[in-house]
C-alpha cells in the first residue's frame, strides 16, 4: 500500500513568516493530495488539495505544490497568523487516503 | 447544509465490551468511510462503503465490522474491545466513490477502561 511521511512534525514561526510541510508519497498511482487542518478536539479540515494533473494551486495565503517525479508535494503558508496555529495533515490518494503523521504549526504573535 | 454526523460524541466501555458508532454522511453524498485517529497521530483508514457496498478495507483486525445503510447512514461496530482501540473515530463522506474529495464529521471519542 501507500506511505505517506511528513515532516516536520514541529514547526514554529513568527507571526507573518512562511511555513513549510513537506510530503513524500511511494506509489506513483497515488493522484489525488489534500492537506486537512486539525484544531485541538476538533474534525480535520479541507483546506487545500491538488490533482496529479496539475503542478500548483494556489487559494489566498495557501499553497500547494507537487512534483510527481520525486514523489513530493508540500504545502506553503504565507503571512502566517495566530489562527494558522493547528496540526496539519497531507494525505495520498489511490483507492483510499494514506495520511502522514501530521505537522504541529504553532505561530508566535 | 448539515455536515457529516456522528454519534456518540463520547463514550466509555469496558475491555471485551462492543461499540456500535453511526454515522450520516452530507446530504447527496453516496460514499462513507471510517477513519482511526490515535492520538498525535494521522488517521488511519479502516473501510470504504459506497452505494452501500463495501469499496475497500484497511489492515484492523476482523473485530471492525461496517454496513452502510440504504439512506447512505454506515455504523461502524467493534467487538471484543482492547484498550488499544481507545481513539478518535472519524466518518467521512463523499460525493462519489474512491479518490474523491472526503469531508470529516467531528468524530467519536471512544475510550475503552
Known amino acids: 500500500g501507500e506511505n505517506v511521511e511528513q515532516h516536520p512534525s514541529t514547526l514554529s514561526v513568527q507571526e507573518g513568516d512562511s511555513a513549510v510541510i513537506k510530503c513524500t508519497y511511494s506509489d506513483s498511482a497515488s493522484n489525488y493530495f489534500p492537506w486537512y487542518k486539525q484544531e485541538l478536539g476538533k474534525r480535520p479540515q479541507l483546506i487545500i488539495d491538488i490533482r496529479s494533473n496539475v503542478g500548483e494551486k494556489k487559494d489566498q495565503r495557501i499553497a500547494v505544490t507537487l512534483n510527481k517525479t520525486a514523489k513530493h508535494f508540500s504545502l506553503h503558508i504565507t503571512e502566517t497568523q495566530p489562527e494558522d496555529s493547528a496540526v496539519y495533515f497531507c494525505?495520498?490518494?489511490?483507492?483510499?487516503?494514506?495520511f502522514g503523521t501530521g505537522t504541529s504549526l504553532t505561530v508566535i504573535p | 447544509d448539515a455536515g457529516v454526523t456522528q454519534s456518540p460524541t463520547h463514550l466509555i466501555k469496558t475491555r471485551g465490551q462492543q461499540v456500535t458508532l453511526r454515522c450520516s454522511p452530507i446530504?447527496?453524498?453516496?460514499?462513507v468511510s471510517w477513519y482511526q485517529q490515535v492520538l498525535g497521530q494521522g488517521p488511519q483508514f479502516i473501510f470504504q462503503y459506497y452505494e452501500k457496498e463495501e469499496r475497500g478495507r484497511g489492515n484492523f483486525p476482523d473485530r471492525f465490522s461496517a454496513r452502510q445503510f440504504p439512506n447512505y447512514s454506515s455504523e461502524l461496530n467493534v467487538n471484543a474491545l482492547l484498550l488499544g482501540d481507545s481513539a478518535l473515530y472519524l466518518c467521512?463522506?463523499?460525493?462519489?466513490?474512491?479518490?474523491?474529495?472526503?469531508?470529516f464529521g467531528e468524530g467519536s471519542w471512544l475510550t475503552v477502561v
Open positions: 467521512a463522506s463523499s460525493l462519489v466513490g474512491p479518490r474523491n474529495t472526503i469531508y
Open positions: 494525505a495520498a490518494s489511490l483507492e483510499q487516503f494514506y
Open positions: 446530504s447527496g453524498h453516496k460514499s
